[in-house]
Nanobody, 120 residues
């Protein structure tokens, strides 16, 4: 079993910045990828940004140039630096990890979510 614990969600004014973090712990042989998703009010959950074990990244078009995902491999931690925040970025942000366990199998895990609110 693996636990993902997110931190950093808060209330911020439009144009402000915020950094989210997510730490993975538990039965981890290797983390293949870590990602951030979000779900706004009345919307479906969507991918915000993702990073793989070889450190490639991808972003949703809506956050390109404003958000940066980074990963500390030694600490099993992923960060999301969010700049120039907009009210439409308001959502619950979820951390996701694809983990290879000691049994060699891949498992998909989710954090509990952290609320990001951007006021206009």
């Amino acid at each position: 079993q693996v636990q993902l614990v997110e931190a950093g969600g808060d209330l911020v004014q439009a144009g402000g910045s915020m950094r989210l973090s997510c730490v993975a712990s538990g039965n981890i042989f290797r983390i293949n990828s870590m990602a951030w998703y979000r779900q706004g009010p009345g919307k479906q959950r969507e991918l915000v940004a993702a990073t793989t074990s070889w450190d490639s990244t991808k972003y949703a078009d809506s956050v390109l140039g404003r958000f940066t995902i980074s990963r500390d491999f030694a600490k099993n931690t992923v960060y999301l630096q969010m700049n120039s925040l907009k009210p439409e970025d308001t959502a619950v942000y979820y951390c996701n990890a694809e983990v290879q366990a000691d049994d060699g199998l891949l498992y998909d895990y989710w954090g509990q979510g952290t609320q990001v609110t951007v006021s206009s």
